[in-house]
Structure formats: structure tokens, C-alpha cells
């Protein structure tokens, strides 16, 4: 099929009208200078969203979802971020455990879980990296010790999202403690108020507070909490993190795209050495080395989408697009710090900060966790040339 | 439009076959082993290798199938021009199948499409160009007493080896080419040394104008088409040049051995190679996207080849300098390829346009987006599809 087929002109205008009148209606609900990262804001526009049936786009129906065609869910990501609406809080769990459960749940857990992520109802976190296990994920030390109908959990999980808000977490334990690596790994969902659940959370060097230590003492999990099989919960986990795919870099490169038409704007209005800043030639130079960054991630994310659309399996891409646009987004927030010049001097959350309605401080802030989160850079290029160029582990 | 599938993100199956047939070929026509002995200077192993290029019909890609070629379009060619890169073709490929091949086929005067397409279907005509820099419009005058203004004739590739030259020269806002024989009386040549040694260079020296069989001007558009698609093809040759230095250095970190291990397991060669990888599949990419865009006459062309071109020899100058790095001091031997992947990278770069001048263009319309305040920086990705980001 030729990608002409990607257009869907008539879908994409009502989406984005239907956006833009949303969005402006809940920010009215909020004080003017509310960052579009204010996790209230987050929670209440996603919510919004849910609630009026924009949910499990790609899960079946069966389970309540919208099953739509993957073109048009790329479509609704692409027009959620061009509209400028805060990003989703509850991302997990409805990219990456929804999914996991309809392929491995039990009916029970289908019923009793899907319903209230596809309302929002229930937000969810990872339980995932350990203070000794990173990147490292397989050396996980978190006991979960099967008594009668439970499982009981004592340990320590860490950098978990949005922890202090969830409601459930889904985590990695070791439930055969003879074994080491990625055997005896269990997949399994707690209930965030069991007793002997602390929540601590982790100030990052924003300023914000979006990650979290978890504390498990003595935690008690009914064994009908247990995802797949006992012991069988490395390879979920590794399925799970192929479902995230689309839906997380279709929105930020659009993001970035917008940043870098923000960024070039205030290149024009404000002035370096008796110059506007885009007529210094390293910055336009900078510019224009960030614009062809942006480019190439766009048609990289036509390639997934035209590999995907032809059935393919997913190649080595989700590497390399997860390198190239961390690196480019922090490329092109370097860039935005050197043209902000001494405004660089106001914090990340001061509302006088803001420039062309972005907090720039804030982002490149956050840029720093961008090669780190999601795999780093470093186990990215790993992955790349052991299972792409074949060198020797 | 020419042929060629608009849908850059895959290669079709024509376009496999055209490959794989392609890499087969001329792997085994072009020795490396007499490359690095310097038989690029030998007119007769260039005429061997031209007459394999021409019997599988490569010489006509470009040329209507009515005049005896292939009739393929940039995206075609783009993966044979690939390929000539990777094999390091010894031959002026590109400024006979495409340049030359473009602007015969436009039509530019009486006599062109007939006396000229024909002749570089069947390989009878091999073109080397006098004075290609003259399609890029400049407004800089040379410096008085510099090196641009000095009184050394044009560098010219392969003038040993061409039954035809294609001198062009620029007129204000348009171009004018005049076509001569190479056995014209009076033309005489001046070898000198190369600095890719794939690539034989020297001076042209004529009896004069009347000496040309065809001439003709060009437009300031028919100037635009030529010079894009001489990026085009530039761009997919340091694509294939980049790939083979890539494999090279792939191959050599699996086997050598140091501290009784293969060097490849080594971190700090692992990231230097994913880094060439990521870098591949850019300018891989981009290079398709942009002879797509050029099949299809995009209205954004300009900028899908300033892309393409930027990614291109970005990847092709870092990809065989790290070829050198990984081989060691072996590298650095005469007797191993990959200064010849290195030298062939940098010698297209300095004649084609450096990734500096791509991004200056790119750079001049980011700038007129946003003072005018008119237009869209990103216009949608064409010609593929508009829709999708």
C-alpha cells in the first residue's frame, strides 16, 4: 500500500477542533499561570479525556476499547500534542499494562482491572528499578515468598512515577530466590493502600517531585494478583515494554517539533550582539541542525508507522529513535538555554520565566532525565550493536 | 512522474532485486586490491567496468525506455548510485547517468535528447564535467589574489577515461553547457595527483569552441533540477561509501582480538559503531525521502535534498574516519581499504557541497519563516503523505 492511504482529513479536523474546545475549557478551570505540567492539570485533563471515550484507542473491544485503526490513533497522539494539552499521567497503564493484561490477565483480572483504566479511575505505577537494579533490571532483589493464597512482599522499589498518586502498582519480584537473572521474576499488581506500602517521594532537579521511592514491609498480595505464570514474569515484562512503542513517540516528536517553531520565534525577538539571535550565524546554524533533527524523526516515525501498517515486526528503530530524539531534544534545549541568554538566571517554575508560553528552564531541566529514563543512552547503543550490528555481548 | 514508488519508508521488491543484482556485480567487476594499486588510471579497467554498467543497463537508469534505457526514477537510481558508492565504481557514474542524463533529457536545445541519451544507454558516451560548481548561484566575487581566483584551470575527474566532456559556466542567473569529444584535435590533458586515488583528476585544455557538437543554455529551474539531482546522487553514493566502511569496521571488531576477547565487545567500540549505525540510518532515510520527493516534483524538494545531503555527509566523513579508528594502525596501512572509503567520502563532500552550505539554506528559510511570519516551518512530509506529522 502506498502511505497515500494515511490521510484521513475528516477525522483529524474533528479530533482537532474537539481538542482545541476541551482543552480551552479545563484550563479556564485552573489560575492563568498553571504550568501545562502541573500534575493537577495533567490528571484532570486526562480524566476529561477518558471519560469522553478517548481510551484504549488500540485495545479491542471486547475489553472496551476504541480498536481503531493504528493510522487514526497516530493521528489523535499527533493532534493531542499539537493542541498543547498537558501529557497524560496514567500513560502506564494504558500503553503498557492494559495491553498486558488483555494479552496475559485472567478474565477476572480483565474484568476487574480494564473497566477503571479506561475510565481513569485507577492510576497506576511501574515497580520496576530497585536502588541496585537499573539498568540492570534482571538483577532485581524484591522478595515476593508464596504463603497459602499470597504473596508476601519485602523489599524496596525506586524512580517509580507518580507512585504518591496511583492507586495500584504493577511490579517485578523474585518469587524463587535460588534462582538468580531473569528466572524466578513474577509479574505481579498491588493494591497501593495494602498495609505496609510507604511512599516516599524523590525531588528531582526540577524542582518537581514525580518520582518515588516505594517501601514494601511485609506487603500481603492475594495470589489471584499474579499476572501469567509463577516464576514466568521476565518475559511479560519484556512484551510489555514493546506495546509503549507509538504512543510514546508519536506526542513528543510533535512536541518537539512545536518547541523548535517556539524556540526559532524567540530566536527573532530577542537580540545577541546588536543582532536578532537568528541572524547570528552559530545560532542559525544550531537552528538548522535541530531542524534536521526534527525532520529525520519525522520520517523515522513514518517508517515505524509505514513498517507497522505493512505488518512488519518492529525492527532495531525503537532504538535508535529513543537515542536520536533524546539527544536532539537535549541538542535543541542547549540551544534554547544559549538564546534565553540571562533570563536562564529565573527558576524553572517561576511564571516570569516563561517565554512564547514555554518554560524553557524547565524542559532543558528535564531533558537531563530524557537519556536516562526509558532504557539510557548507553544500553541503547548496547542494544544496537549486539542485536542490530551482531557484535559480541 | 518518472517510476519509482512514492513510498520511501521501504524499498520495493524491484528495488531489492536492483540492489542485491547490483552488489553481486560489482563486487566481483571492481578489484579493490587494483584500486588501492591505482588502476583507476588505467583508461582501459575503467572501460571494463564502464562496459558492466552499461550491459546491465545502469548507464541508461535515467533515460526514457523510447531511447533505450531503463526509464527509473531518483528513487531508483538513488539505490544504484548507493551501490556505485559502496563498490567504489571507478567512473565518471554520476556525471554521465545523471547529470549528463538530466539535462539531455530536459531537452535544453536541438540535438540533445537524441545525440546524447541513446549513446549513455548503450555506454557508448562517458561524460566527465568541467565546472559543476557553476550550477550553485553565488553572489561572493572572489577575493583578489586568492586561491578561487587563481589561474589554475578546472579540477576535472576522469578526464583519462571520457569519450565526452560537459563544460558549464555560469551566466548571471542561468547556465550554458557545451558538449565536446574527447578525441576532438586540439584537446590536450594535464593528469595530476589525485587525492582519491579511485579517482583519476586533471586539467582540460581546448582548441576552442567550435570544437563543441552540442551546446545550449539553462534555465535558472532547469539549473535547480540539475543540481538537485546531482545531490541526489551524491548524497546515495556517500550512503553506500558510509555503509561499506560501517560493514568493514563490523567485521573487523567481530574477529580481531585483543586482551584475548574480540575488540567488538568493548564498550567503547560498541557506542562508537551504534553511533555510525544511528548516523546510516539518517542519512539512509533521508536520502530515499528526498529522491522520492524528487520523482514526485515535490514543492518542498529543496528542503527534503538539503536534509538528505546534511545527513549524508554527515554520516559518510564520521563513518570512515571511525572505519580507520576501529582498524588501528592497520587502518592507517595503504594496504587496507578504508582509506580509500575515507578519501572518496571527502572528495565528494569538497565537490558536492559540504553539510555547512545544506544547512545554510535550511537555516536562510527557517530565518524567512520567521521574520515574515508567513508559512509553516514543518510543511508536511511530502510527497509520501501530508497528514501524518
Redesign the interface.
Known amino acids: 500500500m502506498?502511505?497515500?492511504?494515511?490521510?484521513?482529513?475528516v477525522f483529524?479536523s474533528e479530533i482537532r477542533a474537539w481538542l482545541a474546545t476541551e482543552l480551552t475549557a479545563i484550563l479556564a478551570e485552573f489560575p492563568a499561570v498553571t504550568p501545562i505540567h502541573d500534575l493537577g492539570l495533567r490528571r484532570r485533563f486526562e480524566d476529561h479525556l477518558c471519560q469522553s471515550g478517548w481510551s484504549g484507542l488500540s485495545w479491542p473491544a471486547t475489553f472496551g476499547g476504541r480498536e481503531l485503526p493504528l493510522?487514526r490513533q497516530?493521528?489523535f497522539y499527533?493532534e493531542h500534542a499539537r493542541c498543547g494539552a498537558p501529557l497524560p499521567l496514567n500513560a502506564i497503564a494504558h500503553g503498557i499494562l492494559g495491553p498486558t493484561l488483555i494479552s496475559y490477565g485472567t478474565a477476572e483480572q480483565q474484568r476487574r482491572f480494564l473497566p477503571k483504566i479506561l475510565s481513569n479511575e485507577e492510576i497506576w505505577c511501574q515497580g520496576y528499578s530497585e536502588p541496585a537494579a537499573g539498568s540492570d533490571l534482571a538483577g532485581l532483589q524484591i522478595r515476593a515468598s508464596r504463603e497459602g493464597d499470597h504473596y508476601r512482599i519485602v523489599g524496596q522499589k525506586t524512580w517509580s512515577s507518580f507512585a504518591h498518586l496511583a492507586d495500584w502498582c504493577f511490579l517485578l519480584a523474585r518469587t524463587e530466590p535460588t534462582t538468580t537473572r531473569h528466572r524466578g521474576i513474577s509479574f505481579l499488581l498491588v493494591d497501593m493502600k495494602s498495609a505496609g506500602i510507604t511512599v516516599r517521594p524523590i525531588r528531582q532537579m526540577t524542582g518537581e517531585a514525580d518520582f518515588n521511592e516505594i517501601f514494601f514491609d511485609d506487603v500481603l498480595v492475594p495470589v489471584a494478583n499474579l499476572v501469567g505464570g509463577e516464576n514466568e514474569g521476565w518475559p511479560i515484562a519484556m512484551a510489555a515494554a514493546a506495546f509503549e512503542r507509538g504512543s510514546y513517540f508519536?506526542p513528543r516528536?510533535?512536541r518537539m517539533?512545536m518547541e523548535?517553531?517556539e524556540l526559532?520565534?524567540l530566536?527573532?525577538e530577542t537580540s545577541r550582539l546588536g543582532h536578532?539571535s537568528?541572524?547570528d550565524p552559530a545560532f542559525?546554524?544550531r537552528?538548522?541542525?535541530s531542524?534536521?533533527d526534527?525532520?529525520?524523526l519525522?520520517?523515522?516515525?513514518?517508517?515505524m508507522?509505514?513498517?507497522s501498517l505493512?505488518g512488519e515486526a518492529p525492527g532495531p528503530?525503537s532504538s535508535?529513535i529513543k537515542?536520536?530524539w533524546s539527544e536532539s531534544h537535549q541538542r535543541l534545549l542547549d540551544l534554547a538555554m544559549d538564546i534565553v541568554g540571562s533570563d536562564v538566571a529565573l527558576g524553572p517554575q517561576e511564571p516570569a520565566a516563561a517565554r512564547n508560553g514555554r518554560w524553557w528552564q524547565r524542559d532543558y531541566l528535564w531533558s537531563r532525565a530524557e537519556t536516562v529514563l526509558a532504557g539510557t543512552s548507553?544500553i541503547?547503543?548496547?542494544i544496537?550493536?549486539?542485536r542490530?550490528?551482531?557484535?559480541?555481548? | 512522474m518518472k517510476g519509482g514508488s512514492m513510498d520511501f519508508t521501504t524499498l520495493s521488491d524491484e528495488q531489492d532485486m536492483l540492489r542485491d543484482t547490483a552488489r553481486r556485480a560489482l563486487a566481483e567487476a571492481v578489484d579493490k586490491n587494483a584500486l588501492r594499486a591505482g588502476a583507476a588510471a588505467d583508461p582501459a579497467f575503467v572501460a571494463r567496468t564502464w562496459s558492466l554498467a552499461a550491459t546491465m543497463g545502469w548507464t541508461g537508469m535515467l533515460v526514457p525506455l523510447a531511447a533505450g534505457g531503463l526509464g527509473l526514477g531518483f528513487a531508483d537510481a538513488a539505490v544504484l548510485c548507493t551501490e556505485f558508492g559502496r563498490a567504489l565504481f571507478p567512473g565518471p557514474f554520476a556525471a554521465t547517468a545523471i547529470l549528463t542524463a538530466t539535462l539531455a533529457g530536459m531537452q535544453v536545445a536541438p540535438g540533445w535528447r537524441d545525440g546524447v541519451l541513446p549513446a549513455i544507454a548503450t555506454g557508448r558516451m562517458r561524460v566527465a564535467t568541467i565546472g559543476i560548481e557553476q550550477l550553485v548561484e553565488t553572489t561572493a566575487t572572489p577575493q583578489p589574489g586568492s586561491r578561487d581566483s587563481a589561474e589554475r584551470p578546472d579540477i576535472v575527474e576522469y578526464p583519462h577515461s571520457a569519450t565526452h566532456f560537459l563544460s558549464i559556466a555560469r551566466d548571471g542567473s542561468t547556465c550554458r553547457a557545451l558538449l565536446f569529444p574527447a578525441d576532438a584535435a586540439g584537446v590536450s590533458l594535464t593528469m595530476w595527483q589525485p587525492f582519491d586515488v579511485t579517482c583519476p583528476v586533471g586539467a582540460v585544455e581546448f582548441p576552442g569552441l567550435d570544437a563543441a557538437i552540442l551546446r545550449c543554455d539553462i534555465s535558472q529551474a532547469q539549473t535547480a533540477e540539475l543540481l538537485a539531482a546531482s545531490r541526489i546522487a551524491a548524497a546515495a553514493e556517500l550512503v553506500g561509501v558510509a555503509d561499506a566502511a560501517l560493514d568493514k569496521a563490523v567485521a573487523y571488531s567481530r574477529e580481531r582480538q585483543q586482551f584475548g576477547v574480540p575488540i567488538g565487545s568493548f564498550q567503547a567500540i560498541k557506542h562508537r559503531l551504534a553511533d555510525g549505525f544511528v548516523l546510516l540510518e539518517n542519512a539512509r532515510t533521508a536520502t530515499r525521502h528526498a529522491a522520492a520527493a524528487q520523482d514526485a516534483r515535490a514543492d518542498d524538494r529543496s528542503i527534503a535534498i538539503d536534509v538528505a545531503r546534511s545527513c549524508a555527509v554527515e554520516a559518510a566523513l564520521r563513518i570512515t574516519a571511525d572505519c580507520i579508528q576501529v582498524h588501528g594502525a592497520l587502518g592507517f596501512s595503504w594496504e587496507h581499504d578504508a582509506h580509500l572509503y575515507l578519501k572518496r567520502a571527502r572528495r565528494i563532500v569538497g565537490t558536492l557541497g559540504d553539510a555547512h552550505s545544506a544547512r545554510r539554506s535550511i537555516g536562510d528559510l527557517l530565518a524567512q519563516v520567521v521574520q515574515s511570519g508567513a508559512g509553516t516551518l514543518f510543511p508536511p512530509i511530502g510527497p509520501v503523505q501530508p497528514a501524518i506529522i
Do not use: M
Not at chain 1, 298 to 303: G, S, T
Not at chain 1, 388 to 393: A, T
Open positions: 502506498t502511505l497515500a492511504a494515511f490521510n484521513d482529513d483529524r493510522l497516530a493521528i499527533e508519536v516528536l510533535v517539533q523548535l517553531g526559532a520565534k530566536a527573532g536578532a537568528i541572524d542559525r546554524d537552528l538548522s541542525r531542524f534536521v526534527v525532520y529525520l519525522r520520517l523515522h516515525a513514518h517508517q508507522l509505514g513498517r505493512r528503530e535508535y537515542l536520536a548507553e541503547h547503543r548496547n544496537i550493536a549486539e542490530v550490528l551482531g557484535l559480541p555481548r
